[in-house]
T-cell receptor, first 112, second 112 residues
Framework: TQLLEQSPQFLSIQEGENLTVYCNSS?????LQWYRQEPGEGPVLLVT?????EVKKLKRLTFQFGDARKDSSLHITAAQPGDTGLYLC????????????FGKGTKLSVKP | NAGVTQTPKFRILKIGQSMTLQCAQD?????MYWYRQDPGMGLKLIYY???????DKGEVPNGYNVSRSTTEDFPLRLELAAPSQTSVYFC???????????FGPGTRLTVL
């Protein structure tokens, strides 16, 4: 059962363009994390959002957690070739287990 | 700190062979996790541990076993390798189950 739907699955854009990646679920999460993964490496945490409606910025990346804590978005302004990679969202239910539910990812390619 | 380390980086097994994937962390994290990542499928949780001596099944535990005799180490054992276990395996750790996980570089396993 896929609890976290990411869209789009693939995205190929030119350098300088803006883009938004979406992460949607019917479940309520205590937190939502975004990871970036480069080929041959493990995912690296970009941000964690925990409050409904929360917005966090990381340079040209803006992350938002939905008011109902069921969805999240990642917006990249003026994309650079260095932004190329697989972006994964992961929802956490909190509690003692700490388990995360991962989306399938959005593969982003930014061409110079 | 080395963070989360995994060995080997690559391995080819024949059907029916067994092997152990090693994972170690030096961050004094209590929680450790094993995931597998198949193309286009995101990360699936195999097993996790909330502390030394305590392990539990994740979403896809069949064909795998784990142990956690120390805080630092969390090996994953494949007893009778099958082609369906061809995947990239990631180990991760977190301090207290608050969902922020740190990943190792992965082990790419092929079963022929």
């Amino acid at each position: 059962t896929q609890l976290l739907e990411q869209s789009p699955q693939f995205l190929s854009i030119q350098e300088g363009e803006n883009l938004t990646v979406y992460c949607n679920s019917s479940s309520v999460f205590s937190s939502l994390q975004w990871y970036r993964q480069e080929p041959g490496e493990g995912p690296v945490l970009l941000v964690t959002v925990v409050t409904g409606g929360e917005v966090k910025k990381l340079k040209r990346l803006t992350f938002q957690f939905g008011d109902a804590r069921k969805d999240s978005s990642l917006h990249i302004t003026a994309a650079q070739p260095g932004d190329t990679g697989l972006y994964l969202c992961a929802g956490g239910y909190g509690g003692s287990q700490g388990n995360l539910i991962f989306g399938k990812g959005t593969k982003l390619s930014v061409k110079p | 700190n080395a963070g989360v380390t995994q060995t080997p980086k690559f391995r080819i097994l024949k059907i029916g062979q067994s092997m152990t994937l090693q994972c170690a962390q030096d961050m004094n994290h209590n929680y450790m996790y094993w995931y597998r990542q198949d193309p286009g499928m995101g990360l699936k949780l195999i097993y996790y541990s909330v502390g030394a001596g305590i392990t539990d099944k994740g979403e896809v535990p069949n064909g795998y076993n784990v142990s956690r005799s120390t805080t630092e180490d969390f090996p994953l054992r494949l007893e009778l390798a099958a082609p369906s276990q061809t995947s990239v395996y990631f180990c991760a750790s977190s301090y207290d189950g608050t969902d922020t996980q740190y990943f190792g570089p992965g082990t790419r396993l092929t079963v022929l």
